[in-house]
């Protein structure tokens, strides 16, 4: 599966962007779960939300309530709607799938600068 992410760029704390990750190659229902990274300067990527082929969403605590992972079936793409955003949201933010049996696919990362 290949992975195109998209969407960021550079907004006012308290405001939203919508994140999009655009799957070819295979279907993302098939997947067993898509999900959504970041990796600030100077610190490891961490996990930030995650939706099963079944659908089951979880985001993070330092995110719960502000992000929102969701999918489009039939444009085979998953989003991550951020809302709220704050500084510390500040990070390159990659598309991730995971398969039984395959392992991780890795998009190219979208940049996300939250300041005023």
């Known amino acids: 599966v290949q992975l195109q992410a998209s969407g960021g760029g550079l907004v006012q704390p308290g405001g939203s962007l919508r994140l999009s990750c655009a799957a070819s190659?295979?279907?993302?229902?098939?997947?067993?779960?898509m999900g959504w990274y970041r990796q600030a300067p100077g610190k490891q990527r961490e996990l930030v939300a995650t939706?099963?082929?079944?659908?089951?969403?979880n985001v993070v605590d330092s995110v719960k309530g502000r992000f929102t992972i969701s999918r489009d079936n039939a444009k085979n793409t998953v989003y991550l709607q951020m809302n709220s955003l704050k500084p510390e949201d500040t990070a390159v933010y990659y598309c991730?799938?995971?398969?039984?049996?395959?392992?991780?696919?890795w998009g190219q990362g979208t940049q996300v600068t939250v300041s005023s």
């Open positions: 190659g295979s279907s993302i229902d098939s997947i067993n779960v």
């Open positions: 939706i099963t082929s079944g659908g089951v969403t």
């Open positions: 991730n799938a995971w398969r039984l049996r395959v392992g991780n696919s």
